[in-house]
């Protein structure tokens, strides 16, 4: 195996060559663990790479892997790397998502990314078949893959600068976008963030994550991959209904790291139900990412699992997004959150923090760390471009030598999100004491009536409502002709038994009460009715065209984004 310099692949070689025997994952599907090798790892990936070339595929063609929670994953992605194509997990289908919106955004993907391999396992692949008959042809089942030793020289030379693989964003505002990632890139950024949280080969990350997403890509797999580290991969769907197995994991195998969207610390306080002798004490860091991360969330959790051993200091925050490959800013190890409190007048104004006044309301603010060595952050007013104060509120820009290479297929995205070495990352924020603090997204911005209004900030404060269904709600604005302005608008899921006319009275004065925010509309809808992405966030602007349609909006310039 030739290779000009270092890449992922060249890592794992290196591992594979000082100790074969050593594990790289557990992984666990109806709670039978499987023991995977990093000398397992790489000859089951090899078997993929023979496959690969057996069938004429040359590098840089695009991989599609799909299927259900499985150790494939694994070989088919690094097969193909092995080879010098380019892999990228997606989404496969499930009952919870619009199989008509599904179908025809993945059949759009296709037609953007031209794949030149599908591997799926076979019930994806015959539902592949059926929706998106055009590329049949493509398709390998995974039981299809003969285990082939061949030898290393055979493999395509790689170069550092090469595309390693795409990462598709969850799609929650759009059609996903495939982020193009280097080599070089990802090896940097992994080495970088593994010095900050010292994770070393001796460590063990315990994970539910599916691997189509950013955070369980490169937390759970990349990273751990490169450094040489072992993972415990459970079935995302069965942690969803049996939250425990996490924790029972983390015990049982003595994990240290485990990487959580900020709702999953909710669904851990509230669902699990673990056994009495839960001893979490293994646990170096869980670490809240992907989503606003909110201190009540972790007080929540501490209050729960306190008792279970839960190491002080070892709830923390990351900032993260594809386009850097991963981590942007971290808490320090060995540290607690920073906690900033601000005046909510202020802040819904002019975006400014100022210290809460005695007896008005307040905003809090959990802080996601300071920024990796090497990663530039800049806070610049949306409007003109400039950098603005500490502690003021812009939109988030970020240079780093890890950047991605740009948006494949899509050159004029690329081209407006990044330019000169920096990436706009439409996420709002500010810096405060060398932290940086997230506080929503550009188009999370509600504006109504002059005023600057976030949609998560609504949703949290409706999303404590008995009746509610905790976590199923959204907000969007409508333009308004008769008032010149947009109109904030509600959309949550909610019991059958609930009193609507009593719950929308109180959530309409909460909100007002709270934020200064009059909802113009409230819908309720049944479980069910609101759309998701793939990695499982409220989709905002499908939520907002099916709400549109549904009271018959005309598809006109500003309705629908």
Not at 60 to 87: C, K
Not at 115 to 129: E, F, G, K, Q, T
Not at 373 to 379: L, T, Y
Not at 483 to 488: D, I, K, L, W
Request: glycine letters at 6%; a negative charge; proline letters at 6%.
């Amino acid at each position: 195996m030739e290779s000009d310099n270092d890449t992922i692949v060249d890592r794992l070689h290196i591992t594979v060559l000082a100790s074969p025997d050593k594990l790289f994952c557990i992984h666990i599907l109806d709670e039978d663990p499987e023991y995977i090798s990093y000398g397992q790892l790489w000859k089951h990936s090899l078997s993929y790479a023979h496959a690969y070339l057996s069938a004429g595929k040359r590098p840089g063609d695009i991989v599609l892997i799909i299927t259900q929670h499985s150790p494939h994953l694994y070989y088919a992605f690094v097969g193909a790397m092995m080879a010098g194509l380019i892999p990228s997990i997606m989404p496969y289908a499930t009952p919870k998502q619009d199989p008509v919106l599904y179908w025809a955004s993945h059949r759009t993907l296709f037609e953007r990314i031209q794949p030149r391999c599908i591997v799926a396992s076979p019930s994806v692949a015959s539902d592949l078949r059926h929706h998106l008959p055009d590329w049949s042809d493509l398709i390998t089942e995974v039981g299809a893959i003969q285990r082939a030793s061949i030898l290393e020289k055979e493999l395509t030379s790689r170069r550092a600068e090469d595309t390693a693989f795409l990462q598709h964003s969850s799609g929650t505002t759009a059609l996903k976008k495939g982020v193009m990632l280097t080599h070089a890139a990802v090896l940097r950024q992994v080495d970088t963030y593994a010095k900050v949280l010292e994770f070393t080969g001796d460590h063990r990350v315990a994970s539910w994550l599916p691997l189509y997403h950013d955070m369980g890509l490169i937390a759970a797999f990349m990273m751990p991959l490169i450094v040489g580290a072992s993972v415990v991969m459970l079935d995302p769907f069965q942690w969803v209904a049996r939250p425990e197995i996490l924790l029972e994991a983390i015990q049982r195998y003595h994990a240290h790291y485990c990487w959580l969207p900020n709702f999953a610390f909710n669904h851990l306080a509230r669902a699990a139900r673990p056994p009495q002798d839960l001893d979490l004490s293994s646990i170096v860091a869980l670490i809240n990412c992907s989503e606003p991360c909110r201190a009540d969330s972790f007080r929540l959790f501490e209050d729960r699992f306190r008792s279970h051993g839960l190491p002080p200091n070892s709830l923390q925050v990351c900032y993260a997004m594809a386009e850097t490959v991963f981590a942007v800013s971290q808490t320090p190890r060995g540290s607690s959150p920073r906690i900033t409190l601000a005046d909510a007048e202020s802040f819904h104004m002019d975006g400014r923090v100022q210290s809460p006044r005695a007896g008005m309301p307040q905003l809090e603010f959990l802080s996601c760390g300071a920024p990796l060595a090497e990663m530039d952050v800049h806070i610049r007013d949306p409007e003109t471009e400039e950098t603005v104060a500490a502690g003021q509120q812009g939109q988030v820009h970020l240079r780093a030598p890890w950047l991605f290479s740009g948006y494949f297929g899509l050159p004029e995205l690329t081209n407006a999100k990044l330019a000169n070495g920096w990436y706009a990352t439409g996420d709002l924020g500010f810096m405060h004491e060398g932290h940086l603090y997230i506080t929503g997204r550009t188009d999370d911005l509600l504006i109504v009536y002059g005023r600057n209004f976030y949609a998560h900030h609504a949703e949290e404060i409706v999303n404590q409502f008995p009746g509610v269904i905790p976590g199923r709600c959204v907000t969007v604005t409508i333009d308004s002709a008769a008032s010149g302005t947009r109109e904030a608008v509600l959309i949550a899921e909610v019991t059958p038994d609930v009193d609507q006319g009593g719950l929308r009275r109180q959530v309409k004065e909460r909100v007002l009460l709270l934020l200064g925010l009059n909802l113009h509309r409230l819908k309720f809808v049944p479980a069910g009715w609101l759309i998701k992405t793939t990695s499982g966030k409220i989709a905002r602007t499908a939520n907002k065209a099916k709400y549109l349609q549904e009271i018959g909006f005309r598809n006109e310039p500003g309705n629908i984004p």
